[in-house]
C-alpha cells in the first residue's frame, strides 16, 4: 500500500512539472498575439494625410481647408503629428500646409512638435494662439529673431518648450537686447529714449529645454554674456520645474554655469548640465544652492 502511495506520488510531481513547463514554454511562445488593429479615427488620418491636397484650396502663400471642412481638437493633434512625422509637406519654406491651422474655427491643436520642420516666425504667430501646453521648435532654422511674442500669445496654456540645436536660428540679437520703442521716441521727458525688454512671459511654464542651443550668441558672431541669458530667458520662469541646459555651457563659460546656481526657481526639481561644467568646482559648489533638486 506504502509502495503504491509512493509511485503514485511520485508521477504527481512529474505531472505538475510537466504542466509549469508547458505553462512557461506558452508563455515565451504565445501562438495567439494580441490582436490590437488600427482605429478607424487613425486610418482616416493616415488617408488624409497621404492625399492632402484633395482637401484643402490654395491662398496667397499657403493652403486652407475647403469650406465645410473641420476637425476637433484631439484629431488636430494627430493630423499635426502625422504631417511631422511621415510627410514633406511641413518641410519646405515655400511649399508648405502650416496655413491649415490658421483657422482657430476648424482646428484646435494642444501640442506642437515642430522639431526639423520648416516653420517660420510669421507660422508661430498664429499657431501659438492656439490653447497649446507643448511646444518643440528644436532645430528649425528658418525661426529668426522675433519669434519671443509669438510663442508669448500661449502664456496661459503653455507648459513645455524646448528650442535650440541650430547656429542658424537668429534668436537672442532680439532677445537679449533692449530695443529703442519705435512709436515714441525719447518721449520720457529726461532726454532719454524709451527700450523695449524682450523675455519670455510664460508664467504657467513647467518644462524649459535649451538643448545644444548653438544661437547663444549676438549677430557679430561674439558669445553674449552669461548673465543676460539667465535674466532674460530663464529667471522670469518663476515656477519651472525641469531645465535642460545640454552643452549650452560651450557657449556661455563657466560663469554661465555659476549663475545658474543663484537662480530663484522655488519649484526646480529637475536641472539637466551634461557637458556644461568642464571641472568647474566653483560652479558645482553654487549649484548645492538649489535644495529643492532631486
Not at 16 to 32: F, I, N, R, T
Not at 42 to 65: A, G, H, M, P, Q
Not at 155 to 184: K, V, W
Request: contains cysteine; aromatic residues 8%.
Amino acid at each position: 500500500m506504502h509502495q503504491a502511495l509512493d509511485i503514485f506520488c511520485c508521477f504527481a510531481d512529474i505531472a505538475v512539472g510537466m504542466a509549469q513547463l508547458v505553462y512557461v514554454s506558452s508563455d515565451e511562445a504565445d501562438p495567439w498575439p494580441v490582436n490590437c488593429p488600427t482605429t478607424l479615427e487613425d486610418i482616416c488620418v493616415t488617408y488624409f494625410v497621404k492625399n492632402i491636397f484633395i482637401f484643402l484650396e490654395r491662398t496667397d502663400d499657403s493652403y486652407r481647408l475647403k469650406p465645410g471642412i473641420s476637425f476637433p481638437q484631439g484629431l488636430s493633434d494627430k493630423i499635426m503629428y502625422k504631417l511631422v512625422e511621415t510627410s514633406n509637406w511641413l518641410n519646405t519654406s515655400s511649399n508648405n500646409v502650416f496655413g491649415i491651422f490658421n483657422n482657430r474655427a476648424t482646428t484646435s491643436l494642444t501640442e506642437l512638435s515642430l522639431r526639423y520642420t520648416a516653420v517660420k516666425t510669421e507660422h508661430l504667430e498664429f499657431l501659438c494662439l492656439h490653447p497649446i501646453r507643448k511646444l518643440d521648435i528644436s532645430y528649425c532654422p528658418q525661426i529668426k529673431s522675433k519669434f519671443i511674442d509669438a510663442i508669448n500669445q500661449a502664456g496661459r496654456t503653455l507648459q513645455c518648450l524646448n528650442m535650440g540645436g541650430s547656429d542658424e536660428i537668429e534668436r537672442l540679437d532680439y532677445l537679449l537686447h533692449e530695443d529703442e520703442h519705435e512709436d515714441f521716441p525719447g518721449d520720457r521727458g529726461d532726454g532719454r529714449r524709451d527700450l523695449t525688454r524682450h523675455s519670455l512671459n510664460l508664467p504657467h511654464l513647467r518644462s524649459l529645454s535649451l538643448r545644444e542651443f548653438q544661437g547663444f550668441k549676438n549677430m557679430d558672431g561674439e558669445p553674449t554674456s552669461g548673465h543676460k541669458v539667465i535674466e532674460h530667458v530663464i529667471a522670469p520662469l518663476r515656477n519651472l520645474t525641469h531645465l535642460d541646459l545640454y552643452k549650452c555651457g560651450l557657449r556661455l563659460g563657466a560663469s554661465f554655469v555659476i549663475e545658474v546656481g543663484n537662480l530663484d526657481l522655488p519649484h526646480l526639481v529637475s536641472l539637466s548640465l551634461c557637458d556644461c561644467l568642464n571641472g568647474s568646482e566653483h560652479a558645482l559648489e553654487n549649484l548645492m544652492k538649489l535644495k529643492n533638486l532631486r
